[in-house]
């Protein structure tokens, strides 16, 4: 059976094969998937995605009218999914809850030290024969306070990682407070998390509740001077009110590895266009932002557990037997 698998890149198709050895026949597409794109998979009954292709209901639609009834997300967020849609065209969607936590901690974490020491800054001096230290002054993490919004498997471990360095944790996650403090950490609510931390990172999923949960006024909460981390997903922040911040101040380190608007930029080359949004060309020239393109999963490990999570789901679809990873209905 031929399945086809969307934004797919070189890399994605060589750990793919690795696991599906010779078992499933993978019709491999760079492109991403979205109405225009979806009839491409006319025939397909297995169809896979990736994080930001469009599983609208328009693009479901045509889907389903090709023949689709499974949808593999090489991903664990599914934001980008209209469950209901799905459920109505009988489309089964499954994803990968956790390939690598570890690999997304680390790359917070990586941020983190990267800002406060100001390395990329720090790099290009010194290949430039420039060893003055001049503006590369940096701070302790020892006795900050790092604030955790979602106190699941990547935020704990942040947490974990972080307590390491000597910070006083706080943690904010309204469904998990009992784990956080059966773990021995503080919890916080939001206001008071704002208020208290030197660095505050976002580990929650995107949903209509956790929308915007960086807006103007909660920026206006937050401590003078403070470092914010968004690893998750773009829509937590409105970065225009982040941008605001940066510029009046408030906001001394901004570090980003997703963007509200990532999905027509992130993960091609488009370093000969001009390119048109000009939220993230002002972030980007500002010396206290670091921006990278959705890679805090990228890891050889975490590539090889999305794709053998994946072609066991489908496996496991092919064989009539329960689905593991199965998300909404
Ligand atoms: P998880 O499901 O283990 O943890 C999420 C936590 O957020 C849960 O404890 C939940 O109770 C909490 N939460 C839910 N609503 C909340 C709210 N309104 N306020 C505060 N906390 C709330 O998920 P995991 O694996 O830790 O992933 C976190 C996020 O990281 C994912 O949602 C995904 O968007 C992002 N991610 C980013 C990657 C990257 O490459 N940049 C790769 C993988 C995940």
């Known amino acids: 059976m031929q399945i086809a698998v969307f934004s797919a890149k070189p890399y994605d198709q060589t750990f793919l094969l690795r696991a599906a050895a010779d078992e499933l026949e993978f019709q491999c597409l760079e492109l991403a998937l979205n109405p225009a794109t979806a009839v491409l998979a006319q025939g397909a009954e297995v169809v896979s995605a990736f994080v930001n292709d469009d599983l609208g209901r328009e693009t479901l639609t045509m889907l389903a009218e090709g023949g689709t009834r499974l949808i593999a997300l090489r991903c664990a967020g599914f934001n980008q999914v209209d469950l209901q849609a799905a459920k109505d065209l009988a489309i089964r969607i499954v994803n990968v809850p956790a ?50 919004i979602g106190g699941g498997k990547i935020g ?106 990532e999905g027509s930029l992130f993960f091609e080359d488009h370093s000969l266009d001009i390119i ?37 789901s489908i496996l496991q679809y092919l064989h009539d037997k329960p689905l593991t990873y199965q998300v909404g209905g």
């Open 276 to 312: 048109q949004d000009d939220v993230i060309q002002r972030l980007i020239t500002l010396p206290n932002v670091i921006v990278t393109g959705h890679q805090a999963y990228f890891t050889k490990e975490a590539l090889q557990h999305i794709a053998e999570t994946t072609v066991s």
């Open 156 to 261: 704990m471990l942040v947490a974990e990682r972080m307590q390491a360095f000597g910070c006083r944790i706080l943690i904010y996650d309204p469904f998990n407070e009992e784990k956080c403090r059966q773990q021995g950490y503080e919890t916080a609510a939001l206001d008071s998390l704002f208020a208290s931390s030197d660095i505050i990172t976002l580990h929650c999923p995107l949903n209509e509740h956790t929308r915007y949960l960086i807006n103007r006024d909660n920026v206006a909460r937050m401590k003078q001077g403070v470092m914010l981390i968004n690893t998750s997903r773009g829509a937590l922040m409105d970065t225009q009110s982040v941008l605001e911040g940066l510029k009046a101040h408030h906001i001394a380190y901004l570090g980003l590895d997703v963007y509200e608007q």
């Open 99 to 148: 390939y690598s936590p570890y690999a997304v901690a680390e790359h917070t974490i990586a941020l983190m030290l990267a800002l406060s020491r100001k390395l990329p800054r720090a790099y290009n001096r010194v290949r430039d024969g420039n060893f003055s230290l001049d503006g590369l002054l940096g701070f302790d993490f020892y006795g900050k306070t790092l604030g955790v």
